[in-house]
């Protein structure tokens, strides 16, 4: 009877279904063990590879942004001076008593060194010499100097309280840029400083600005501008050697050395000045510029403030080489002449040199 029933079940057609689906579940637990297993076997031998043979297709590390940051940024590079900066060695001689302004440099251009000195580190206040600077600016802002800028009592009227030196420019006159640059330097205007940081930057102190940016890129160690005149600033201030390559760095400028070796210049005629301004360069009415045997003083500047004294930036030639010579906190209106000669005459050859210490 068993026996019977169970042969019935065996062909009973739910019965085969049930034995096929089981069937097939031991099947596919199989396949699936067999899948993970082969997966472990490959993690495991790709950890174990050394990193060089991992394969390319492997994704890299994730960096945040931060890190991105420290990891891409660059140290900014120290602008080079652009010209080196006068050094002092064994043979620098010190300034005897033959020149008598308190702060002095002489200067060998082609080489750099400083062949005399007296005090030439220390602060001083420039004065007028401030507008050799103004003059670089004006020079390497001003893209067409025949442009006129207006001169107004703005301007002027401050500069009359200060009794400020001015090269003449009335309120309303057209002045060309290079007129005021002249006027600068020639007879050291300072209508003609301020008129020309109005034209070409706005205002005197972006003006400055530039000038400042400038001292900077020359490799400057001690030199600060509050104005482009050289008034009296206790924070306006310098050195003889800041000033000495910023006389330097002048020269190397076609129309600035044109401009500071100049004597007279008339500006161009306007209502104001039919006939223009005759302007007469300070340090030219005051000498030749060939009073030394063998040496020919080519160009310059002066200064004066009661706290700078009387001061002179004059660059000469000797025997087919260029010299600079700084002097600032002179005595007398033509101390500084005075010690240009002997500057030029007895420190540029040391067997001259008297009573150096």
Same mark, same amino acid.
């Given at each position: 009877? !068993? *026996? ?10 739910? %019965? ?9 579940? $031991? ?6 063990? *067999? ?34 940051? =420290? ?28 020149? &008598?302004?308190?702060? *002095? ?9 400083? $062949? ?6 220390? !602060? ?8 050799? +600077? ?31 030196? !001015? *090269? ?13 640059? %002249? ?39 001690? &030199? ?7 008034? #009296?600033?206790?924070? #306006? ?5 800041? +000033?000495?390559? =910023?006389?330097? %760095? @002048? ?5 600035? !050395? ?6 007279? %210049? ?6 104001? #000045? ?27 500047? +002066? ?12 660059? @000469? ?7 600079? @010579? ?16 002997? =500057? ?14």
């Amino acid at each position: 009877m !068993r *026996a019977r029933l169970l042969r019935r079940f065996k062909n009973d057609k739910k %019965y085969k279904v049930r034995r096929r689906v089981f069937s097939f579940s $031991l099947f596919l637990a199989a396949v699936i063990g *067999a899948v993970a297993l082969g997966n472990r076997l490959t993690i495991n031998s790709t950890q174990d590879e050394p990193a060089s043979v991992k394969p390319l297709s492997a994704k890299p590390p994730v960096v945040s942004q931060t890190e991105v940051t =420290i990891q891409t940024e660059s140290i900014p590079e120290i602008p080079k001076p652009e010209i080196p900066y006068p050094t002092a060695d064994a043979s620098t001689v010190q300034f005897a008593d033959d020149v &008598t302004s308190e702060y *002095a440099v002489l200067v060998d251009v082609s080489s750099n060194k400083i $062949l005399a000195q007296r005090n030439s580190s220390a !602060r001083i206040y420039p004065a007028s010499l401030t507008k050799v +600077m103004t003059l670089i600016i004006a020079a390497e802002k001003a893209t067409d100097t025949e442009k006129t800028f207006t001169m107004t009592n703005e301007i002027i009227d401050p500069l009359v309280r200060q009794d400020a030196t !001015r *090269a003449g420019f009335e309120d309303g006159e057209a002045v060309k840029i290079i007129d005021m640059m %002249y006027g600068a330097i020639l007879p050291s205007g300072a209508d003609a400083t301020v008129g020309l940081a109005k034209a070409l930057c706005g205002s005197e102190s972006a003006f400055v600005e530039l000038m400042n940016e400038k001292a900077k890129a020359l490799g400057l160690k001690d &030199t600060h501008f509050v104005n482009t005149s050289g008034l #009296h600033d206790s924070e #306006h201030y310098s050195t003889p050697e800041d +000033m000495a390559v =910023i006389l330097e %760095y @002048a020269m190397k400028n076609e129309l600035c !050395r044109k401009i500071l070796s100049t004597y007279q %210049y008339t500006t161009s005629p306007t209502p104001q #000045h039919p006939n223009g301004i005759l302007l007469e360069s300070t340090m030219f009415s005051r000498m030749y510029g060939t009073e030394v045997e063998n040496v020919t003083i080519l160009g310059g500047k +002066m200064g004066y403030t009661d706290e700078a004294g009387n001061c002179l930036a004059s660059f @000469a030639v000797k025997n087919g080489k260029e010299y600079v @010579a700084v002097t600032t906190k002179g005595s007398g209106k033509y101390a500084p002449i005075f010690d240009s000669f002997k =500057i030029y005459g007895n420190y540029i050859d040391h067997a001259q040199v008297a009573g150096a210490g």
